[in-house]
């Protein structure tokens, strides 16, 4: 097996002393799909920041393949309203590109003809395809892609979930996603890993196909591009969201699965 694009041993990361990630090992291989989900303030946006280098461990290590390129879709990116920026313009900083390749990665997320648009201006849905675009133009190895589908729909999540399965199929990278959602998630993910400042636990999608009750629950036209995960913890936390190692995990699978009705 080739070395992994991107591994954590022990990643631990503290902020103003309280620990955030503990003891957080994971690899990454080439061309894999990874969902990482966990609730609010599990850790997940700092974990991608250790990942690319930005937030420092306390202990642990991070290691990236050499010359690996990362392309990073940010949960948030707040642009000054004072000073419009076309989208073309926005796409060539910090590094210059060309219009055709621009015109290239605009038409691969469905956005095309849009470089003389105001940034400003722009829809939700238009301004993430466009912040997915600018990390496209990275040419990554892998694509990081911090809640990407926020405020979006449930056919606006499963086209996009379409959208980065085409881009992993073209382009050959790897994909790191995190969501809060714990239970929808891609289908395409090879792997999910659920998060709440430790690795609770990791596995496959379940891909449900033909049960009603389910496709109530996806609703028409997501195309199976959305799958169930199914969390089988091996310990419980207590009410502070400490983790306790144990038998007892029905209270950690009670808290974590919803109930389909
Ligand atoms: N720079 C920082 N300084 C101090 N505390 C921080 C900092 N960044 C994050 N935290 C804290 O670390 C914890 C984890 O935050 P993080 O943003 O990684 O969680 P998350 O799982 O991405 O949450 P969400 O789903 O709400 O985006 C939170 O309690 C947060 O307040």
Redesign the pocket.
Same mark, same amino acid.
């Given at each position: 097996m080739s070395a992994p694009l991107l591994s954590t041993r022990d990643l631990t990361v503290q902020? &103003?002393g309280l620990p955030?990630l503990q003891n957080v090992s994971l690899d990454i291989a080439r061309g894999e799909i990874v969902t990482v989900v #966990?609730?609010? #303030? =599990? #850790?997940? =946006?700092?974990?991608l920041k250790a990942l690319l280098g930005t937030v420092p461990p306390e202990s642990g290590s991070v290691q990236r393949a050499p010359a690996i390129s990362i392309g990073y879709v940010p949960?948030k990116l707040a642009l000054d309203a004072s000073l419009p920026i076309s989208v073309a313009r926005f796409l060539s900083l910090p590094k210059r590109q060309s219009a055709a390749r621009i015109a290239a990665q605009l038409d691969r997320v469905g956005v095309a003809g849009l470089q003389s648009h105001p940034m400003q201006g722009l829809s939700g849905g238009q301004f993430q395809r466009v912040l997915l675009a600018r990390a496209l133009l990275m040419s990554p190895d892998l694509l990081i892609l911090d &809640?990407a589908t926020q405020g979006l729909d449930q056919p606006g999540v499963a086209r996009f979930y379409r959208l980065i399965e085409e881009v992993r199929r073209d382009m050959g990278c790897a994909v790191l996603m995190?969501s809060?959602d714990l239970h929808v998630v891609m289908s395409a993910s090879d792997r999910v890993i659920c998060l709440n400042g430790h690795v609770c636990c990791q596995g496959t999608p379940h891909v449900v196909r033909s049960a009603p009750e389910y496709r109530a629950l996806f609703g028409l036209g997501t195309e199976g591009t959305l799958a169930l995960y199914q969390h089988e913890h091996d310990h419980a936390h207590d009410a502070e969201g400490t983790h306790i190692h144990g038998p007892d995990c029905a209270h950690a699978k009670a808290t974590l699965e919803h109930s389909h009705d």
């Open positions: 902020f &103003e955030v #966990g609730p609010n #303030g =599990s #850790g997940k =946006s700092t974990l949960q &809640e995190v809060h």
